[in-house]
T-cell receptor, first 112, second 112 residues
Framework: NAGVTQTPKFQVLKTGQSMTLQCAQD?????MSWYRQDPGMGLRLIHY???????DQGEVPNGYNVSRSTTEDFPLRLLSAAPSQTSVYFC???????????FGPGTRLTVL | QQQVKQSPQSLIVQKGGISIINCAYE??????FPWYQQFPGKGPALLIA?????SEKKEGRFTISFNKSAKQFSLHIMDSQPGDSATYFC???????????FGTGTRLKVLA
């Protein structure tokens, strides 16, 4: 998980609570993305960013917000958590011109 | 909408045997096909990848076979070892879009 850190590692929320999952990188890679991983579903793209100030929706964006004010950080916000958002969340980075994605260690989120 | 179908869901192989995991895709615009390896509690890590201009790519004990006309690609793990026990994901993307579609994963167990 070279150069990609995610915090927290584990989190339990109650329905309706809000929180921010943090992703930070020290590799100066332009592209950052968020995935969620659910049993039998593989990884699904939530949001992604091709650089500071630029974000776009992925496959499953509903219920999540993102912003990218710096190259290093790409936080994922849950404004009103729902049990359906119980999942493992991964942040990934990639350098422009390279197809290789580096994944962070993940955040396991449980919404009760 | 699942655009990359992966099989089998789970696989048990004896040490020294060959592990074969298959994926099929629908979108003919995809032009990059990586395989990721994921150990429990860790993020996925790129294992090997192929582009459609070649039919096979080999890196050590890992080989990707690609059939463009059938829209299928597969991962072969030769001389499988207990340390290869992990979950494997195939994926596909369009070059430069940084939007990856993942398969649902295959849990491989190599018996000692």
């Amino acid at each position: 998980n070279a150069g990609v850190t995610q915090t927290p590692k584990f989190q339990v929320l109650k329905t309706g609570q809000s929180m921010t999952l943090q992703c930070a990188q020290d590799m100066n890679h332009e592209y950052m993305s968020w995935y969620r991983q659910d049993p039998g579903m593989g990884l699904r793209l939530i949001h992604y960013s091709v650089g500071a100030g630029i974000t776009d929706q992925g496959e499953v964006p509903n219920g999540y917000n993102v912003s990218r004010s710096t190259t290093e950080d790409f936080p994922l916000r849950l404004l009103s958590a729902a049990p359906s958002q119980t999942s493992v969340y991964f942040c990934a980075i990639s350098k422009t011109g390279s197809d290789t994605q580096y994944f962070g260690p993940g955040t396991r989120l449980t919404v009760l | 909408q699942q655009q990359v179908k992966q099989s089998p869901q789970s696989l048990i192989v004896q040490k020294g045997g060959i592990s074969i995991i298959n994926c099929a895709y629908e979108n003919t615009a995809f032009d990059y096909f990586p395989w990721y390896q994921q150990f429990p509690g860790k993020g996925p890590a790129l294992l090997i990848a192929i582009r459609p201009d070649v039919s096979e790519k080999k890196e050590g004990r890992f080989t990707i076979s690609f059939n463009k006309s059938a829209k299928q690609f597969s991962l072969h793990i030769m001389d499988s070892q207990p340390g290869d026990s992990a979950t494997y994901f195939c994926a596909a993307s369009n070059k430069g879009t940084y939007k990856y579609i993942f398969g649902t994963g295959t849990r491989l167990k190599v018996l000692a």
